[in-house]
């Protein structure tokens, strides 16, 4: 046990900003790279090649970019999946695979990205990618729908993502700046609601991208290109998300000086695939909702457009976890599913002030006789507790009476500390 | 037929259907200070809208728990607070959201002029979503709501003297207004937090006369 320990989130932003230098030196040598995640990008080599005479030289050159951070990794195919299970095996040198199929034919299923595939193929006795790659699609695609046909896909090396459809390829969306973006919250601001207009507009031909060119224009001139790709079409959080890592990270690095005057989207490797909508829901109600949230976002601001997880706690402000509408939840701070001894029963107050609020209780006998709301006295119909809460001693945590005071006007959650009452909850 | 559809059938009166749910297009005051139990009440309205599409609450002070939001129904993933505390940027934050939300529960801050109701109330009417108004100081002029619901009785169970917990309520509610077919009644509604919402008590109320609108 340690009671002190203090449990941080990972700050993907961050590392992302932490990377940046990894993938500018990476760029120094081949333009274009595709970040997936902070750690992983995607270097396209083929431009490249004549340039550098030859695919050797350039891993080598490459390779020893890389060696000024520990644990670089280099895989060389002519697949992303293929490459990154290359570069997984890189740990001592560059691994460069001559045949994209050979070489996945001969790894184990596990490397999928599938859990639970993967667990029905190692019942069904598929150990290997070659055998998956052996069975005939029809018969994966029928069996798991569109998972099968995806892991057949990576199981055979054909995991290049083309354009299926006659989407305008001149599709994109930007934004000018007046007052120069110069800090991380008005770029937050500008990643989400750009991202969300890429969406909707490539949800009109159904589509959806895998991946997309970042390009800002910064107020001394400069134009800063990065191109961000995905295993799965993005959405709009995880669109928003990455090009709001990739803003905090030029910011961060002073890689756009002045501010960003000019921001813009471009979408590549669109898929059709879109996304799957819920039972009842329909694409205009989403779409509508949608943008009247961002509507009120630019009124009111990111951090006043919220949504909430339940999380653990034995107070009810404790239970509620927030995060800003358009992000993705980050993992409860207690754990949800615990059992959580002394938290206040169901039904929680359904009003929860921030700060507790004083109260005045007369007491008589160690028992709520009265209570004043505003201006007047109500008598106590009846009540509930005291209930102990112990705090964290060890730092200095006072221990509360808690009591369910009923009277005919409402039901209140209060706590009694040093004799002094305060209301935390209302049962409205 | 489930309990509470037994309950709602119950109360048609006349052969006219009427039931307390949110409607598309219509909005519902919720009358009364603080305490009476129309903000839960409230909060049950949209569980059925929340099954389809995002819906909304503009919680002017902060203090309206998602959990029990949750607790009565609510899908987590389609319920958004939109904190408003400004007075003047109150209506426009409202009009936002029913430009394109299926739904909208707003606590009403003091003080916004009459006027901005109606056009809301017109607004919800014309894009077909439904609205919530729960005025802080518990009143809203005539003419904006479609069903008036005004707390007359909030009664605990579960609690004894200091022994077990609030567990399960009976609220009591005057209805007015055209969703209940311009006759005034007492409803009597049952939750314990855990079951949906139960209408268990329509009548008409004994006292008529109040502006429907």
């Given at each position: 046990m340690c009671p002190g320990a203090v449990v941080l989130e990972r700050d993907l932003g961050f590392e992302t900003t932490d990377f940046e230098q990894v993938v500018v030196a990476i760029e120094n040598l081949v333009p274009k790279v595709e970040v997936v995640e902070p750690g992983l990008v995607f270097v396209p080599i083929q431009g490249a090649l004549r340039y550098y005479g030859g695919e050797r030289p350039l891993v080598e050159r490459m390779f020893d970019r890389l060696t000024e951070w520990p644990g670089g990794r280099l895989g060389v195919?002519?697949?992303?999946?293929?490459?990154?299970?290359?570069?997984?095996?890189?740990?001592?040198?560059?691994?460069?695979?001559?045949?994209?199929?050979?070489?996945?034919?001969?790894?184990?299923?596990?490397?999928?990205?599938?859990?639970?595939?993967?667990?029905?193929?190692?019942?069904?006795?598929?150990?290997?990618?070659?055998?998956?790659?052996?069975?005939?699609?029809?018969?994966?695609?029928?069996?798991?729908?569109?998972?099968?046909?995806?892991?057949?896909?990576?199981?055979?090396?054909?995991?290049?993502?083309?354009?299926?459809?006659?989407?305008?390829?001149?599709?994109?969306?930007?934004?000018?700046?007046?007052?120069?973006?110069?800090?991380?919250?008005?770029?937050?601001?500008?990643?989400?609601?750009?991202?969300?207009?890429?969406?909707?507009?490539?949800?009109?031909?159904?589509?959806?991208?895998?991946?997309?060119?970042?390009?800002?224009?910064?107020?001394?001139?400069?134009?800063?290109?990065?191109?961000?790709?995905?295993?799965?079409?993005?959405?709009?959080?995880g669109l928003a998300e990455r090009v709001w890592w990739q803003l905090r990270a030029w910011i961060e690095t002073a890689g756009v000086s002045g501010g960003i005057v000019r921001l813009r989207l471009q979408p590549a490797d669109l898929s059709d695939a879109g996304r799957q909508l819920s039972l009842e829901e329909d694409t205009v109600t989403r779409l509508e909702a949608v943008r009247a949230l961002h509507r009120a976002q630019a009124l009111v601001g990111p951090d006043a457009v919220l949504q909430a997880q339940a999380q653990g706690g034995r107070r009810p402000s404790e239970q509620v976890g927030w995060f800003r509408w358009g992000e993705e939840a980050s993992i409860p701070q207690r754990n949800p599913k615990a059992p959580w001894p002394g938290r206040v029963p169901s039904p929680t107050p359904v009003l929860v002030p921030p700060d507790p609020q004083s109260i005045e209780v007369e007491w008589d006998g160690g028992i709520p006789a009265r209570v004043r709301l505003r201006s007047r006295w109500e008598t106590v119909t009846t009540w509930a507790g005291p209930w102990s809460l112990v705090g964290r001693w060890w730092e200095g945590e006072e221990t509360v009476e808690r009591y369910q005071i009923v009277t005919s006007a409402t039901a209140l959650l209060c706590e009694v500390r040093d004799g002094i009452a305060f209301v935390v909850g209302i049962y409205d | 037929m489930d309990e509470t559809a037994t309950a709602r059938t119950a109360m048609q009166p006349g052969g006219t259907s009427w039931d307390l749910r949110a409607e598309p297009g219509r909005t519902i005051g919720l009358l009364g200070t603080a305490g009476g139990g129309l903000t839960r009440l409230g909060l049950s309205l949209l569980v059925d809208l929340s099954r389809r599409a995002p819906v909304a609450v503009v919680d002017v002070r902060g203090w309206i728990s998602p959990i029990a939001a949750f607790e009565v129904g609510i899908y987590p993933e389609h319920l958004v607070f939109v904190r408003s505390r400004e007075r003047l940027q109150w209506p426009q934050v409202v009009a936002a959201l029913l430009e394109g939300l299926q739904a909208v529960y707003a606590e009403v801050p003091v003080g916004i002029p009459d006027a901005h109701l109606r056009r809301l109330a017109a607004l919800a009417r014309s894009r077909g979503g439904a609205l919530l108004l729960r005025p802080l100081d518990g009143r809203l002029p005539s003419g904006v709501s479609h069903l008036s619901l005004q707390s007359e009785e909030v009664k605990w169970n579960g609690a004894d003297a200091g022994h077990g917990c609030l567990r399960r309520r009976h609220l009591q509610m005057r209805a007015w207004g055209k969703g209940m077919g311009g006759i005034e009644r007492l409803i009597e509604v049952e939750e314990d937090g855990e079951n949906p919402l139960r209408v268990v008590a329509g009548m008409v109320a004994p006292t008529a006369g109040r502006a429907t609108g």
């Open positions: 195919a002519h697949g992303p999946f293929a490459a990154r299970r290359a570069a997984a095996l890189a740990t001592e040198a560059p691994v460069c695979v001559d045949d994209d199929v050979a070489f996945l034919a001969g790894l184990t299923v596990d490397v999928l990205p599938d859990d639970d595939l993967v667990a029905t193929f190692r019942w069904l006795g598929i150990g290997t990618l070659g055998e998956l790659s052996q069975l005939p699609r029809e018969a994966l695609a029928s069996r798991f729908g569109e998972p099968g046909l995806v892991v057949h896909r990576l199981a055979s090396g054909e995991d290049r993502m083309v354009a299926p459809r006659g989407v305008p390829e001149d599709i994109s969306v930007e934004q000018f700046y007046e007052e120069p973006l110069q800090l991380l919250d008005q770029a937050g601001f500008a990643a989400r609601a750009l991202a969300g207009r890429l969406i909707v507009a490539l949800d009109e031909y159904g589509a959806a991208p895998y991946r997309v060119e970042v390009s800002v224009w910064a107020a001394d001139g400069t134009k800063r290109v990065r191109v961000w790709r995905s295993a799965d079409p993005f959405t709009e959080h | -």
